[in-house]
């Protein structure tokens, strides 16, 4: 079965760029949309955009300028960078797919991987 | 503050039923389906109910999400504690062109 991994350093500096990684094993990576998504501490659940095969992308307006999304199927792997971090950047990334193609539907979620943003 | 609105918190007895609501707009519940996502504590979302009201493979019936209008719903029969988990609605805005979700409902098992 389908399984994600997320992986990435687990503190950022302030103004630094967030570099995070989702390994997809079980199955195709072209043939689905991903997304990456966050939770904040005690917080609910953010979409900051989608992927899909060979890179075409949709980022949420509010991290459109910080945000760049990639996919290398010779890895298996999907990439999340976030530039000029600050601590609102903090949260649990999660990387997940969408079956359906750029709709509301993640049908599955790796673990998730917790970022904080600190000096 | 969330594009959907989620009541903060909802209760029940074991062997009961409670729903919780989902408040959006025209740009968004109005004109697209919604999803609906469990996240027990310490672990990462699941897919509940999806297209307004369809079940992937292995939720329990007890489960059951309806939409009206800019407002959907996620019923759950049969109260068990280990329902007690946040919830959450999605959908895609129009205006946003992205996915929205609600603020979550933490919902405890009395």
């Known amino acids: 079965q389908v399984q994600l991994q997320e992986s990435g350093p687990g503190l950022v500096k302030p103004s630094e760029t967030l570099s995070l990684t989702c390994t997809v094993s079980g199955g195709s990576i072209s043939d689905y949309y991903w997304s990456w998504i966050r939770q904040p501490p005690g917080k609910g659940l953010e979409w900051i955009g989608y992927?899909?095969?060979?890179?075409?992308?949709n980022y949420i307006p509010s991290l459109k300028s910080r945000v760049t999304m990639s996919i290398d199927t010779s890895k298996h792997q999907l990439s999340l960078k976030l530039t000029s971090v600050t601590a609102a950047d903090t949260a649990v990334y999660y990387c997940a797919r969408d079956p359906y193609g750029g709709a509301d539907v993640f049908d599955i979620w790796g673990q998730g991987t917790m970022v904080t943003v600190s000096s | 503050q969330s594009v959907l609105t989620q009541p903060p918190s909802a209760s029940g007895t074991p062997g009961q039923r409670v729903t919780i609501s989902c408040s959006g707009s025209?740009?968004?519940?109005?004109?697209?389906?919604v999803s609906w996502y469990q996240q027990l504590p310490g672990t990462a979302p699941k897919l509940l109910i999806y297209?307004?009201?369809q079940r992937p493979s292995g939720v329990p019936d007890r489960f059951s999400g309806s939409k009206s209008g800019t407002s959907a719903s996620l019923a759950i029969s049969g109260l068990q504690s280990g329902d007690e988990a946040d919830y959450y609605c999605?959908?895609?805005?129009?205006?946003?062109?992205?996915?929205?979700f609600g603020g979550g409902t933490k919902l405890t098992v009395l």
């Open positions: 999605a959908t895609w805005d129009d205006n946003l062109k992205g996915v929205v």
């Open positions: 025209s740009s968004n519940i109005g004109r697209n389906t």
């Open positions: 297209s307004n009201n």
């Open positions: 992927v899909y095969f060979p890179g075409s992308t």
